[in-house]
């Protein structure tokens, strides 16, 4: 009889545990991957800058003002709808935005921001994704918030939003005032 029951008693197991990690994860915005980098310095790197591929950006080049890194690509769909947003954050001034290229043809991304707009005051490019790895960028669109001093305050995977602007990276900005 035990072993008659065996696999419902396992099968009603495994759906408690089921429901037990949706309930814990109900509300929690998926999108909110926590970065072990934020709070620590932004990776040291070195990268060649899209419209001017001999000039080399270090990490040092950037410190000094905050700075919004937006990975994007001109092969990510998603990258399309964010790019609204990122052309408003940038025309604001509230911040400066810097692009990074991430595994893309030097032509292509080119051409998407003749498409789109260019709203990047400098355009890295990460042609192989290898500086990626140092940030622990998997894709794009990710954006980071470092701070004057190149520390990594905010990290947001996926596209930005009005809501996610407004909700949470105007209080990360704010905090940097």
Known sequence: ?????????????LGLLLGVGVLMNAGRDTRAIPSPLIGKPAPEFALPVLDAPERIVRKADLLGQPYLLN????WCP??????????????????RVIGYD????????????????????????DADGRAAL????????????????????????????????????????????
């Open 71 to 74: 990975v994007w690509g001109s």
């Open 78 to 95: 998603a990258c399309r709808d964010e790019h609204p947003v990122i052309t408003e954050l940038a025309q604001s001034g509230r911040i």
């Open 134 to 177: 140092d940030w622990g960028i998997y894709g794009a669109p990710e954006t980071f918030l470092v701070d004057a001093e190149g520390v990594i305050r905010w990290k947001f995977v996926g596209p930005l939003t009005p809501e996610v602007v407004r909700e949470q990276l105007d209080p990360q900005l704010e905090a940097l005032r």
């Open 1 to 13: 009889m035990i072993k008659r029951l065996l696999p419902l008693l396992v099968f009603l197991g």
């Open 102 to 125: 991430y595994k893309d043809e030097p032509e292509e991304a080119r051409r998407w921001l003749a498409q789109f707009g260019n709203p990047y005051s400098l355009i890295l490019v």
